[in-house]
């Protein structure tokens, strides 16, 4: 059990957070589980000399203690612990000071940021929320940094009001923001006050980077493209562009993910290898490609993704360095547990489980994959270990990307063999132009060349896109499917490091819950009658369900 100390402390935290999320625990209650788990680890640990196998009930006691931290943590980060949390001093007419966190994505009407309550009244104050300012045209963008005063109305952020609807309050939920502002212009006035904190320095380096690559001549969809690949800027991507890209199976390319930080790894300890060389080199160049992915974080924003991306890469390099598989399983399992500690609600953030998942689908499948072919060609062996790593990344996420998403690209895999070669060289090139840019040394030439390397990949995921028939849409995928599809992924993935009886009886076993779980949603459904009001602006909407059959109304 100590062999995989930090995988069995993170399975047991991770399972606390999810029955605290399922079945809602008050303060009280939450006391109450840490106290007596506590108490138990305390008494095993003074009796385990008496007893016949301590390790064993010494862990069973851990993973407890480690379980009631997760309840605990998860109730915890639901409630506005601090005295100083805005909400405590709202009243029915406000005065409010604001910074700005970061600047979202606008809407059809709105300009959207996140901003920290500095104020309200006068009274200092903590706390995040969601400013909407209507749209003008003489009037300029806030940036990140930036304070600005407003009296505005503070109004809870609106849940979903339909049936499986997007639930954009749980989402800004798992960010800590509750409440929102919308606010005309007049009603926000920019304040003489400047912030000087890392997010600042990063956002301005950013913002100079771009201006190089604007006035080199970088414009429209492809810089649209590479402020999303490299600095994580997803604002400004043309709506019909993101749906190609999604319907193509890339779109994970345009975040700046696992992917994007573990290619990055590679190129930097790719450049800082020859330092291995030198007395104490390996441990010098793990420091250095170390610091180096952070800085990296920093400039790119310090979003969610970005850091949750970070910390995973970091774990391995730590657990490469040791060189063992062992290692890079426990280090990523302890960069996933200091993460749920600081913040239990990634754990519902689909980005947290995908990118955890393809990691360990590269590091647990990839390998037994890659074992069923030997090509003799070294070219062939390339495409071979790619197409092998697509397949198990692939296989890891399939099952939770189609309980979310409801659609699976049939050209998945053709898309990631075209793009994955070339992606390093897009980034690789992109991190130099990206330097080049903020010491002003940026040839004309070179942005030339790198618009028309993203341009020809936007074509090539457009033309992918068009290819319809191989988009499988509406996908219905419940919870309980995909849990059983991963059941079946592991066993047979089990079965074949060693073929035994018992793991063939295994796989057989989760093959048929399966089927068994299709056959009771088909049973379930077809005997399901609804009469559904939709929430639909300005026109009612109406449906009627009747076993497999549903009818939409709708007034003219």
């Given at each position: 059990?100590?062999?995989?100390?930090?995988?069995?402390?993170?399975?047991?935290?991770?399972?606390?957070?999810?029955?605290?999320?399922?079945?809602?625990?008050?303060?009280?209650?939450?006391?109450?589980?840490?106290?007596?788990?506590?108490?138990?680890?305390?008494?095993?640990?003074?009796?385990?000399?008496?007893?016949?196998?301590?390790?064993?009930?010494?862990?069973?006691?851990?993973?407890?203690?480690?379980?009631?931290?997760?309840?605990?943590?998860?109730?915890?980060?639901?409630?506005?612990?601090?005295?100083?949390?805005?909400?405590?001093?709202?009243?029915?007419?406000?005065?409010?000071?604001?910074?700005?966190?970061?600047?979202?994505?606008?809407?059809?009407?709105?300009?959207?940021?996140?901003?920290?309550?500095?104020?309200?009244?006068?009274?200092?104050?903590?706390?995040?929320?969601?400013?909407?300012?209507?749209?003008?045209?003489?009037?300029?963008?806030?940036?990140?940094?930036?304070?600005?005063?407003?009296?505005?109305?503070?109004?809870?952020?609106?849940?979903?009001?339909?049936?499986?609807?997007?639930?954009?309050?749980?989402?800004?939920?798992?960010?800590?923001?509750?409440?929102?502002?919308?606010?005309?212009?007049?009603?926000?006035?920019?304040?003489?006050?400047?912030?000087?904190?890392?997010?600042?320095?990063?956002?301005?380096?950013?913002?100079?980077?771009?201006?190089?690559?604007?006035?080199?001549?970088?414009?429209?969809?492809?810089?649209?493209?590479?402020k999303a690949l490299l600095l994580?800027?997803?604002?400004?991507?043309?709506?019909?562009?993101?749906?190609?890209?999604?319907?193509?199976?890339?779109?994970?390319?345009?975040?700046?993910?696992?992917?994007?930080?573990?290619?990055?790894?590679?190129?930097?300890?790719?450049?800082?290898?020859?330092?291995?060389?030198?007395?104490?080199?390996?441990?010098?160049?793990?420091?250095?490609?170390?610091?180096?992915?952070?800085?990296?974080?920093?400039?790119?924003?310090?979003?969610?993704?970005?850091?949750?991306?970070?910390?995973?890469?970091?774990?391995?390099?730590?657990?490469?360095?040791?060189?063992?598989?062992?290692?890079?399983?426990?280090?990523?399992a302890l960069s996933a547990l200091?993460?749920?500690?600081?913040?239990?609600?990634?754990?519902?953030?689909?980005?947290?489980?995908?990118?955890?998942?393809?990691?360990?689908?590269?590091?647990?499948?990839?390998?037994?994959?890659?074992?069923?072919?030997?090509?003799?060609?070294?070219?062939?062996?390339?495409?071979?270990?790619?197409?092998?790593?697509?397949?198990?990344?692939?296989?890891?996420?399939?099952?939770?990307?189609?309980?979310?998403?409801?659609?699976?690209?049939?050209?998945?895999?053709?898309?990631?063999?075209?793009?994955?070669?070339?992606?390093?060289?897009?980034?690789?090139?992109?991190?130099?132009?990206?330097?080049?840019?903020?010491?002003?040394?940026?040839?004309?030439?070179?942005?030339?060349?790198?618009?028309?390397?993203?341009?020809?990949?936007?074509?090539?995921?457009?033309?992918?896109?068009?290819?319809?028939?191989?988009?499988?849409?509406?996908?219905?995928?419940?919870?309980?499917?995909?849990?059983?599809?991963?059941?079946?992924?592991?066993?047979?993935?089990?079965?074949m490091s060693q073929k035994t009886?018992?793991?063939?009886?295994?796989?057989?076993?989760?093959?048929?819950?399966?089927?068994?779980?299709?056959?009771?949603?088909?049973?379930?459904?077809?005997?399901?009658?609804?009469?559904?009001?939709?929430?639909?602006?300005?026109?009612?909407?109406?449906?009627?369900?009747?076993?497999?059959?549903?009818?939409?109304?709708?007034?003219?």
């Open positions: 059990m100590t062999k995989h100390i930090s995988i069995h402390l993170a399975f047991g935290l991770i399972i606390g957070i999810t029955f605290s999320h399922y079945f809602t625990l008050t303060l009280a209650v939450s006391w109450l589980l840490l106290t007596l788990a506590f108490s138990v680890l305390l008494v095993t640990y003074f009796i385990s000399k008496h007893l016949f196998n301590p390790r064993y009930y010494f862990a069973v006691a851990t993973f407890l203690m480690f379980l009631a931290i997760g309840a605990s943590r998860f109730t915890f980060a639901q409630e506005p612990p601090l005295k100083n949390h805005y909400t405590h001093f709202i009243k029915q007419e406000n005065a409010l000071v604001l910074s700005i966190n970061q600047v979202l994505k606008p809407s059809k009407n709105y300009l959207k940021y996140e901003a920290e309550v500095q104020q309200v009244n006068q009274q200092a104050t903590r706390g995040k929320l969601l400013l909407n300012i209507k749209k003008d045209s003489l009037e300029t963008p806030l940036k990140v940094g930036d304070f600005v005063f407003t009296n505005a109305l503070i109004s809870e952020v609106e849940g979903a009001k339909n049936p499986f609807q997007f639930d954009y309050k749980s989402y800004l939920a798992q960010n800590q923001i509750y409440n929102q502002i919308f606010a005309s212009p007049v009603e926000v006035r920019l304040l003489n006050l400047k912030s000087h904190s890392v997010k600042v320095i990063a956002s301005n380096i950013r913002d100079k980077i771009i201006y190089e690559f604007e006035k080199k001549g970088l414009k429209g969809n492809e810089l649209a493209v590479v994580g800027e997803r604002n400004e991507l043309d709506a019909d562009l993101r749906q190609s890209y999604a319907a193509a199976g890339a779109i994970h390319i345009l975040a700046i993910s696992g992917l994007h930080i573990g290619i990055i790894m590679l190129l930097i300890s790719f450049v800082l290898k020859p330092l291995e060389s030198l007395k104490n080199g390996k441990t010098i160049k793990l420091i250095l490609l170390v610091l180096i992915l952070w800085c990296y974080a920093i400039i790119a924003g310090l979003s969610s993704s970005v850091v949750r991306a970070t910390s995973m890469f970091t774990a391995i390099g730590f657990g490469l360095f040791i060189n063992r598989k062992t290692a890079i399983l426990n280090t990523l200091i993460l749920l500690l600081l913040n239990p609600l990634y754990l519902f953030d689909v980005g947290f489980k995908m990118s955890y998942l393809a990691v360990l689908a590269i590091v647990l499948i990839q390998p037994k994959i890659v074992n069923i072919w030997h090509p003799k060609f070294k070219v062939v062996h390339y495409f071979w270990q790619l197409l092998t790593v697509s397949t198990a990344a692939q296989l890891g996420v399939l099952p939770l990307s189609l309980y979310y998403f409801h659609q699976f690209p049939g050209l998945f895999f053709l898309t990631n063999m075209v793009i994955l070669p070339f992606l390093g060289t897009i980034l690789g090139l992109g991190l130099l132009f990206m330097l080049l840019a903020y010491i002003g040394f940026l040839p004309a030439i070179f942005i030339a060349i790198y618009q028309f390397i993203i341009l020809v990949l936007n074509q090539f995921i457009v033309f992918i896109a068009h290819q319809e028939a191989f988009l499988l849409k509406n996908i219905s995928f419940s919870l309980l499917l995909m849990l059983t599809c991963y059941l079946v992924i592991i066993s047979a993935f089990y079965w009886f018992y793991r063939t009886i295994l796989v057989c076993l989760s093959v048929l819950s399966l089927q068994s779980v299709l056959i009771y949603q088909k049973y379930q459904s077809a005997k399901t009658n609804e009469f559904i009001v939709f929430n639909n602006y300005k026109t009612p909407l109406i449906a009627l369900k009747n076993g497999v059959d549903l009818k939409i109304l709708r007034t003219s």
